[in-house]
């Protein structure tokens, strides 16, 4: 419920970090937009104006001015895979993804039958998103859709564009969490009726994995997503070989992983599949073709030993697929999209390449809007998109302080362009390193400050 504060225009004031393209395709110089000393308007939760301090001062000179100096404002972060229900089995020793699932994972989603249960867990998770500067997030519920009522409602009372949706799963799971390709079709179908564009709330077809799924429930999924093209598709894709070899024998008459997806009309633009680490050529031909979405999870592809997504490939000039980041929680092992970022850097060492902290922040943020097609609402501080941001302190910890040294006076004032940009890399990457949850100094949620 907005409040009567967020209806008149406020201003924030302070050195702002954002993207206007992506710096995997073009130049930082094209890409990045910095602003030292930067001034952003809101207005009934939206940005209403942005731009330098000496340009805005004059017009908004009636509007009261929250400064935060010495920080850096981001638009807020974007996890496109998590799983709310595993909050609590976070880090699970030992296992592997089929192993983990049956010893962990399973047990811990039955609990979600009950309503008053998930609803304590959700308003756990999406706290614990907000205290780690992620705004947005694309959710796994369970099965029960119950599960799903609990998550939205929670999200609702918080005014958050969040997407989620009740998992189909009707074999190779234990019976407490099947349900069958009718009851998955219908529960599914009102959800969507209840929940889709309820307020700042979408849906996701939510499939498992082509595993724990039949062709008749696969099937309805995609009928159901013919039904409602402008719901998302939202399932996981080749993570580990074991799987991937499972998926050929369960599915003998596909060419491949995606062709499973693709046979049942689930791969389109706004399908995001988690993982994608063993693909095959003609699977990275084919996400690129329908515009589908990749969701690189590195703490949980570490984690559970699943392998290393092939950034560079996904984002290669000739052949771009939209790549956002998930923590992908539980079988990754933080909240935090800057932890994440960290990881993501050693996948990336590991294959030796470089993720610079500006390709990297972008996929948290424009990148994470871009996979989720929701580039028009959020991802940057462009006027008329929705006021979610973080503002970042890079002294957050002793160690921060003394790697970053702070923002300089003349990244707080401004510079040449070019020399700039190569010392505000070089700070925001020891934030990247070095940042977690402490480094996230405020949060505002449509313009309403939500955490500090
Ligand atoms: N594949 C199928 N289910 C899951 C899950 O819950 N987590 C992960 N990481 N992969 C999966
Ligand atoms: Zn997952």
Redesign the pocket.
Known sequence: MPSASSQSPQAIRGAFLDFVNDPFYVSDAESVRYIPDGLLIVEKGAIADFGSYADLQAKYSQVEIVTYPGKIIMPGFIDTHI?YP?SEMIAAYGEQ?LE??NKY?FPTERKFRDKAYAQTIASLFLDELLKNGTTTALV?ATVHPQSVDAFFEEASRRNLRMISGKVLMDRNAPDYLTDTPETAYEESKQLIQKWHNNGRLLYAITP??A??STHEQLRLAGKLLQEFPDVYLHT?LS??LK?VEWVAELFPECKNYLDVYDRAGLVGEKSVF??GIHLSEDEFKRLSAAKAALSF?PT?NLF?G?GLFKLHKAKSLNQPIKVGLGT?V???TSFSMLHTLNEAYKVAQLQTQSLSAFKALFLATLGGARALSLEDKLGNFDPGKEADFVVLDLQATSIMATRTGGLSTRLAQGSTETELREELAEKVFGMMMLGDDRAIHAVYIAGELVHR
């Open positions: 799983h595993q993804l983990w699932l994972t796994f498992r994995f595993i724990t996981h993570e580990n799987e988690a993982h999870c949980s559970l699943s992908d539980g079988g990754g």
